[in-house]
């Protein structure tokens, strides 16, 4: 026989060879098979532990399906079947929960807010509403009927029997209101007899003590305006002679004419040829003014100099000014004029020889219009 085909390996030849040659062929044809299973065997295991050992990035394949079918998977989304149904899932519930509600309750914090986040809300109604009257019960639960006939001001009225009140029968008129017999005769004169609507006056027929022929313009007594001040005529311009007795002159006020009492500094700054301010002060230490007239107040400006404040300010800064300073018995004083304004004049005190000095009697007048 021949030897094998791929690796050579001796067969048993045919019979008639001796059997131990041929017993031998055999030893040697198993050896060799053996050292060739080996070999192969060995290849094989380190085949497997290079595969083992060897990766790829899954991106580094090539012939990659590009489809969720193409890898065998049937039954499974895409990412945009699951973009869209999740997307649809939600928005399915939140409307289902929202059920049309208005923009302002569409949130759980819009309706906290709204239950002014009382977690307690429909207990905090309940009792509300357990403190409220029924309207079944047409007023009759409420627990002080006394105070709130008093609180809608109805009064004693309220209460009272019907009986006490006109009835349609009777025309408006109960037994018990007013009779025509209480109402005097100025319940029953004719129209004429009263003042007219849009009257500006009194007529002095209709007016005790004054008649028409008591002089011109008798007739108007007085006009009310709008504004509810009278307006009055002069009734005599005939002036009184000196009278001790009068003590009001009254003063025209310009913005709407009507005569007020007047205040002194009024009259003194309407006359001519009087005051218009004077003051009497101690120059010395602190100011102190000891009696004035349309003084306000007096600033010390520094050793004799003195700033006079006017209560009501002059018409204008051309009035004259006079007056005098002394009280210091070693020496006489002298009293200039440093400047003049219509809301103050300034002056000094000065010693004989001229000095400014602080001097504790000093009087000032100020005339003008």
């Given amino acids: 026989m021949s030897d094998t085909a791929n690796y050579n390996w001796p067969k048993p030849r045919t019979p008639g060879a001796s059997q131990i040659v041929e017993i031998q062929r055999v030893a040697t044809a198993l050896d060799q098979a053996d050292a060739k299973a080996k070999e192969i065997s060995d290849a094989l ?63 759980l914090q819009e309706l906290a807010t709204a239950m002014g986040n009382d977690p307690n809300f429909a207990a905090t109604v309940t009792n509300s509403l357990a403190t409220k009257v029924t309207k079944s019960l047409n007023l009759s639960d409420i627990p002080d009927k006394s105070a709130a006939r ?8 309220a209460t009272a029997s019907v009986s006490s009140f006109a009835t349609a029968a009777q025309g408006g008129k109960a037994d018990t209101a007013v009779q025509p017999g ?25 007016v005790d003590g004054y008649h028409a022929s008591a002089g011109a313009n008798a007739n108007t007594v007085a006009v009310r305006n709008g504004s509810g001040y009278l307006y009055a005529t002069i009734f005599n311009q005939t002036y009184a002679s000196t009278n001790s007795s009068i003590h009001r002159i009254l003063t025209q006020n310009s913005s709407d004419g009507f005569l007020r009492p007047s205040t002194p500094d009024q009259v003194n700054s309407v006359l001519p040829g009087t005051a218009k301010a004077w003051v009497n002060f101690n120059g010395t230490g602190s100011v102190a003014i000891r009696d004035s007239f349309n003084v306000s107040s007096i600033t010390d400006l520094g050793t004799g100099k003195y700033r006079i404040n006017f209560a009501s300010a002059m018409p204008n800064a051309n ?30 005190t000065h010693s004989s020889q001229g000095a400014d000095k602080d001097l504790p009697l000093v009087s000032v007048i100020i005339m003008g219009d």
Avoid at 150 to 157: E, H, P, Q, R
């Fill in 45 to 107: 295991a380190a085949l497997n532990a290079a595969y083992d050992a060897h990766t790829h990035a899954f991106g580094d394949l090539t012939g990659k399906p590009s489809t969720v079918a193409g890898f065998g998977i049937t039954d499974a989304y895409t990412k945009s079947e699951i973009n869209t149904k999740v997307a649809n899932d939600i928005d399915a519930a939140i409307n289902a929960l929202i059920n049309g509600s208005p923009g302002a309750l569409d949130t």
């Fill in 150 to 157: 008093g609180n809608l001001g109805l009064g004693s009225a």
């Fill in 182 to 206: 209480n109402l005097g005769s100025a319940a029953f004169a004719a129209a004429s007899s009263f003042l007219g609507a849009g009257a500006k006056a009194v007529d002095a027929d209709k």
């Fill in 319 to 348: 009035y004259a000014v006079c007056g005098s300073s002394g009280g210091d018995v070693a020496t006489y004083g002298n009293l200039k004029t440093e400047a003049q304004y219509t809301s103050r004049v300034e002056v000094g």
